[in-house]
């Protein structure tokens, strides 16, 4: 079993729709990444966060660290959106532990 | 102006061969990192060096060996390539080792 676990592991939504990707996670950690893989692979970061909730544009993340759990949420999707986002927690050792990738697309 | 480049961004290359991987960064970071993605998309660390010292060594062979020359710089050699060798390498860099990190485009490196 992985440190860190994503679901779903594929989701496909109809453009406009809210859409919601989970991450649990079994270790210590000092901070938790939510990335974006694009469909050409570069890897942009998104956010990090330690408590609580962090909002950008569209995005929202959140985590709660006595349930060792955290959410990353799109509002209003867009095609543009397809991608895959994963989880990674930062914990002993300043090491970062990734979960294995929720696959998103966004149909018009 | 890129901020975290990677040379080359494709590697084909036959098993046994040496061959290195670079990586620069122009963001005044002083921590860099190399991952790897499998063919299952999985990313995992190998390395990485804080103010040129090496802080991170994942369980790596040892024909992996990471080289910083300076800050601003993190180059991966890899000595007698296996198959298994055949993944996607990222290079990455942040300020400290507690901020987010800014990942390079990515070196696909095909073992034949």
């Known amino acids: 079993k992985n440190e860190v676990e994503q679901s779903p592991q594929n989701l496909t939504a109809q453009e406009g729709e809210f859409i919601t990707i989970n991450c649990s996670y079994s270790?210590?950690?000092?901070?938790l990444h939510w990335l974006q893989q694009h469909p050409g692979g570069g890897i942009v970061s998104l956010f990090m966060?330690?408590?609580g909730k962090k909002k950008h544009g569209r995005l929202i993340a959140t985590i709660n660290i006595q349930e060792k759990h955290s959410s990353l949420h799109i509002t209003a999707s867009h095609p543009r959106d397809s991608a895959v986002y994963i989880c990674?927690?930062?914990?002993?050792?300043?090491?970062?532990?990734f979960g294995g990738g929720t696959r998103v697309l966004v149909k018009p | 102006d890129t901020a975290v480049s990677q040379t080359p961004k494709y590697l084909v290359t036959q098993m046994g061969n040496d061959k290195s991987i670079k990586c620069e960064q122009n963001?005044?970071?002083?921590?860099m990192y190399w991952y790897k993605q499998d063919s299952k998309k999985f990313l995992k660390i190998m390395f990485s060096?804080?103010?040129?010292?090496?802080?991170i060594n994942e369980t790596v062979p040892n024909r992996f060996s990471p080289k910083s020359p300076d800050k601003a710089h993190l180059n991966l050699h890899i000595n007698s390539l296996e198959l298994g060798d055949s993944a996607v390498y990222f290079c990455?860099?942040?300020?400290?080792?507690?901020?987010?990190?800014?990942f390079g485009p990515g070196t696909r490196l095909t073992v034949l």
């Open positions: 963001l005044g970071h002083d921590t």
């Open positions: 966060l330690s408590s």
């Open positions: 270790v210590g950690i000092s901070a």
């Open positions: 060096y804080n103010n040129k010292e090496l802080i």
């Open positions: 990674a927690v930062k914990s002993a050792g300043n090491k970062l532990t």
């Open positions: 990455a860099s942040s300020l400290g080792t507690t901020n987010e990190q800014f």
